[in-house]
Structures are given as structure tokens and as C-alpha cells.
């Protein structure tokens, strides 16, 4: 059975921090980019942060830049976001997605986790 599994949601004031995790099981993650998404309430699914399958290319929005780190633990089968000085504007559901062939789209994901939502109060 092949499943990413997101944690460390919950809601923060804003300015806190939160640290998501994305867990895989029943497959490597070795071979694959993976890549955090998320969907405001209303708006369409957007793409936050990439990482190569070596962690040594890494991409991130211009609304996170300078706020969120995204990294990976291959040993630990583990993608993580961390995520900083939080804004209202950051509330969402937020997705991992494991991608083989570097497609960096929500099309062109391999696999997806269920989500984990983050509210941030004003």
C-alpha cells in the first residue's frame, strides 16, 4: 500500500511556526522530487516548495521565500516544511506529493497525502 501521511498542522497566531512532516510507506522515496502544495478555502491548489530527489535543487514560491524551508530524510523516508513567521494569508490545507519524472505540477504528481490543515489567527 503506497501512502504519504502529512502532520504537524494546527492552528498558530500569527508570526508562530509549525513544522509539517510527510511520512512514506510502501515505496522509496528515494528516486522522487517531493514537493508541498497547498489549497486555500475558495482559491485553486498552488504549489509551495520542491526538492530534488538528492535535496541539492530546491525551489520555493515568492510568497514563502525567506519563511519556509522545506528538506528531506531519505534514511527516514520523510519530507518536511518549516515554516516561519506565519501570516493569516498562510491558511490552507497542506499536501505532499511524491514526483518521479520532475513534472512539478499537481498534475503531474505520482502520489499524494491526504492533507494537513494549518490556520494561522490574526
Known amino acids: 500500500q503506497v501512502q504519504l501521511v502529512e502532520s504537524g498542522g494546527g492552528l498558530v497566531q500569527t508570526g508562530g511556526s509549525l513544522r509539517l512532516a510527510c511520512v512514506a510507506s510502501?515505496?522509496?522515496?528515494?528516486?522522487?522530487?517531493m514537493v508541498w502544495f497547498r489549497q486555500a478555502p475558495g482559491k485553486e491548489r498552488e504549489i509551495v516548495a520542491t526538492?530534488?530527489?538528492?535535496?541539492?535543487?530546491?525551489w520555493y514560491a515568492d510568497f514563502v521565500k525567506g519563511r519556509f524551508t522545506i528538506s528531506r530524510d531519505n534514511d527516514k523516508s520523510s519530507a518536511y516544511l518549516q515554516m516561519n513567521s506565519l501570516q493569516p494569508e498562510d491558511t490552507a490545507v497542506y499536501y505532499c506529493a511524491a514526483d518521479f519524472d520532475n513534472d512539478y505540477t499537481a498534475d503531474g504528481m505520482d502520489y499524494w497525502g491526504e492533507g494537513t490543515l494549518v490556520t494561522v489567527s490574526s
Open positions: 510502501g515505496f522509496t522515496i528515494d528516486p522522487y522530487a
Open positions: 526538492i530534488s530527489w538528492s535535496g541539492r535543487k530546491i
